[in-house]
């Protein structure tokens, strides 16, 4: 079996139960919600409803015969119970959220009002084209500023998230693959790739060759070129990568891809360090999706949708999947159907209708009111910020590729492992658990499995300088404490001040229990 | 008596006559920490050597099970897919993965005995 080794602890360990009990289960004013079904009873009703009329019924047998058992609760107790259940979600609204590799930017409230417009809000994808024209006129838009931040001649707006995304172009480069005759099966994937890489490519049927990083971090030219051969279908590379660093020799490895006859693949989920900076089209990509939820500020991890539009090159533009838009005259027409695609040889489509158009309203929005110098500052403030936490933690926290002195600059993520906390009895996890006793919603850990306790701190350029200064202040105290420090509980037992304590993931893994079930069937199947 | 030889990626062989048990060591089990999943080969599967085979997941990650070894799966555990904590509580015994017919005994020359497995073990 491929070893795992980044050090990872499973089990909830030894948390103490010492905890203020109350009567109610309450915790001051933060409640402990109990499920609808539990509130609720199907006796009562929020609505008042008039008694259905009797009908005859025309199921022939198949209408259902008990009650449907669902919860009635009265409008105050509906409401209640959802915004007591919102106030135990944490959010980029709420406070710093550093997951690195997630880029948790603000989500701008202008990008909502423009999303609410009643022409945006209220047209719906099967209204007639003739009628929607201001809204395929705003797709084509935001297409063409895609297509000019990353030069590249084509793109696909419809799929609906990064992993959609690596779907559609590694769809496309399979179907030029095919309209070559070629069979190539194998996908290349350096090991500090994000997991939607090899599983996008074994999804596919493709075999997954992973490639080994170099000691500092990065993919060399020279590692693509002894894996590439004339099976080699694609390799899949993000950058900057999942280390917070730029693959300097992206470019060489670009062009021996080419030479190989494959196609390159970029990951496109740490764009927004690069935006305004670089092109990925001059690097030689082929493909790359855009996380409109990452880059362009559109809601996500729970807030979503995601959008994941797909920038293709000459090679693959004509595989571009359906729809795409094209031009007729002084109208716009939404191409739908493969035979009225022309010279272009869709492989297929990935989605319904057309994407999420909410969200390419609200990434539209973003590049519009921050301007092409906006763009540009947002992406230099990302990696000053990531950087301005790097330096401001290097004396305390170790770097494994921050080079001899420390000093080597990151992009807009910065990666510690836990080498740091040797010998002092606290791990990557216990560090994150306390900071949420701290508030703050802890960094991605154990992420990238190149690294062992990986910390991977993702500030982005929505931070003000008093914010970032807070946040490094209590690292810098927990990393104190972790390190000098004759108490550890504050990390063995953490997190003392969150709704739950640690969980038992294993026993969730195992036992898992996915619905709620009344009480009398329950007492039955026990 | 029965062979006992090792691989690199952490699988364990016993061999007896021309079929080999395998599964996974008592140090995968325990770098791994907690095992909740485990999917093992259909019987009468042709498998190559280093192929990936079966999969074990634990509440960290998922990882690939090589065979080490060329032939057809005989028999595979349905024990070890239904109580996937066998792993971790007896991994080198009750919690074997699947049983191959080899077709190229040789094989086994590449691969470590127990001494040579514990140096690798230790210093991986």
């Not at chain 1, 080794?5 to 915790?27: D, L, M, Y």
Request: aromatic share 6%.
């Amino acid at each position: 079996m491929a070893m795992n080794t980044q050090g990872r602890p499973t089990a909830p360990g030894t948390v103490s139960s010492s905890e203020i009990t109350t009567f109610t289960g309450n915790r001051g004013l933060d409640h402990e919600e109990p499920l609808i079904f539990e509130i609720g009873d199907t006796g009562r009703t929020g609505v008042d409803l008039p008694s259905a009329p009797k009908a005859k019924s025309r199921l022939g047998g198949l209408e259902r015969k008990a009650e449907i058992g669902l919860p009635g609760l009265t409008e105050p107790e509906t409401m209640r119970h959802y915004v007591r259940l919102s106030r135990k979600n944490y959010a980029i609204d709420s406070g710093l959220y550093p997951l690195g590799s997630c880029t948790m930017k603000h989500n701008p409230r202008l990008n909502e009002k423009m999303a609410r417009l009643p022409g945006i809000g209220d047209i719906h994808p099967l209204q007639p084209q003739s009628t929607v024209q201001g809204a395929i006129q705003l797709m084509e838009t935001l297409a063409h500023y895609l297509m000019e931040l990353t030069g590249m001649p084509a793109v696909s707006l419809s799929p609906k998230a990064g992993a959609h995304g690596e779907l559609c172009g590694m769809l496309a480069i399979k179907a030029a693959h095919e309209a070559k005759g070629s069979k190539r099966d194998v996908v290349l994937v350096p090991d500090s790739a994000h997991g939607t890489n090899p599983a996008t490519a074994a999804f596919m049927g493709y075999r997954v060759k992973p490639i080994p990083a170099m000691a500092d971090g990065t993919v060399s030219a020279e590692a693509v070129r002894a894996a590439l051969g004339p099976d080699v279908a694609a390799i899949m590379l993000t950058n900057p990568n999942t280390c917070g660093l730029f693959e300097r020799e992206i470019v060489e490895i670009a062009k021996a891809v080419h030479e190989a006859g494959a196609y390159f693949y970029c990951d496109g989920a740490n764009f927004n360090a690069i935006v305004g900076k670089v092109r990925p089209g001059d690097l030689g990509i082929d493909a790359m999706h855009i996380n409109l939820h990452k880059t362009f500020s559109t809601p996500h991890g729970g807030g979503g949708p995601g959008a994941g539009p797909v920038v293709l090159s000459a090679a693959l533009a004509p595989y571009a999947p359906l729809p795409f838009i094209r031009k007729d005259g002084d109208k716009l027409l939404l191409v739908e159907d493969e035979g009225a695609a022309g010279d272009a040889k869709p492989f297929g489509r990935l989605t319904a209708f057309h994407g999420q158009m909410g969200m390419y309203v609200r990434a539209l929005t973003y590049m519009l009111s921050h301007g092409a110098d906006g763009m540009r500052q947002a992406s230099e403030d990302a990696v000053l910020s990531a950087n301005y936490i790097r330096a401001s933690l290097k004396d305390l926290m170790s770097q494994p590729f921050g080079g001899p002195t420390g000093d080597r600059p990151c992009m807009h993520e910065v990666l510690f492992d836990d080498s740091w906390l040797k010998d002092t009895g606290v791990t990557t996890l216990d560090f994150a658990k306390a900071m949420i006793d701290e508030g703050y919603h802890p960094m991605t850990m154990y992420f990238p499995l190149v690294v062992h306790g990986a910390m991977l701190i993702e500030p982005t350029e929505s931070e003000s300088k008093q914010s970032l200064d807070q946040f490094i202040g209590t690292l810098r105290f927990l990393a104190n404490e972790a390190k000098h420090g004759n108490d550890k509980s504050r990390f063995t037992e953490a997190p003392m001040l969150a709704p739950r304590r640690r969980l038992d993931e294993t026993k969730a893994a195992r036992e898992p229990r996915l619905r709620w079930r009344p009480p009398a069937a329950k007492a039955a199947a026990e | 008596m029965a062979i006992e030889k090792f691989s690199k990626d952490h699988e364990w062989i016993r061999v007896e006559g021309d079929i080999a048990t395998i599964g996974i060591t008592v140090h995968a089990q325990d770098q791994l920490g907690d095992v909740v999943f485990v999917e093992v080969p259909e019987v009468g599967r042709k498998v190559s050597a280093e192929e990936a085979v079966a999969v074990v997941e634990s509440v960290k990650a998922a990882s690939d099970v090589y065979s080490p070894l060329t032939g057809e799966v005989i028999e595979a555990n349905a024990d070890v897919a239904s109580t996937p904590g066998l792993v971790n509580e007896d991994a080198e015994g009750k919690a074997w993965f699947f049983k191959v017919r080899l077709s190229n005994p040789a094989e086994l020359d590449a691969l470590m005995d127990r001494a040579a497995y514990d140096e690798f073990a230790k210093n991986g």
